[in-house]
């Protein structure tokens, strides 16, 4: 038996990672995040016109069972979503055909997330029509696309 020298006499023992290996680690890590980031923020945004849709809606069946002479939404029916810091904002308006006719309108709110979405303010009118109104000068995509279809 030799004595002085322990087991693991000459061989050299890894404890950690090589700078290779970090390297080969972080670039992976970049590269999923960059394929995964833009779809995570697609889904944030469908998620926020999912909520401005279902709070059109809900605003439009308070219009329909309220009065005829309503001219503002109350408090919790005059954002999205309807608790929290709001997203998109809501207001009803007069149409242009007479009696019950009215349009609701979800604006993105300036400062928010969705202030330069493409499809920018999502309008619903009392036949059920749905349109989009685009920021400024830009092509709205098809209504369809922005309302996926609800």
Not at 40 to 69: K, L, N, V, W
Request: proline share 7%; aromatic share 6%.
């Amino acid at each position: 038996m030799w004595r002085g020298m322990g087991s693991a006499a000459g061989v050299r023992r890894k404890e950690g990672f090589t700078l290779l290996e970090l390297v080969v680690a972080l670039a992976v890590a970049a590269i999923v995040a960059a394929f995964a980031l833009p779809g995570y923020r697609a889904q944030i945004a469908r998620g926020h016109r999912a909520d401005a849709i279902a709070a059109i809606y809900r605003a439009a069946q308070f219009i329909e069972s309220a009065t005829p002479d309503l001219e503002a939404l109350p408090a919790g029916l005059a954002q999205a979503p309807q608790s929290g810091t709001p997203v998109y904002r809501l207001s009803v308006s007069r149409g242009e055909a007479a009696g019950n006719d009215y349009v609701i309108e979800a604006r993105p709110v300036e400062s928010g997330p969705m202030h330069d979405d493409a499809c920018g303010a999502l309008r619903l009118d009392a036949t059920g029509a749905r349109t989009n109104v685009p920021p400024g000068d830009a092509v709205a995509p098809p209504s369809g696309e922005c309302w996926r279809d609800r």
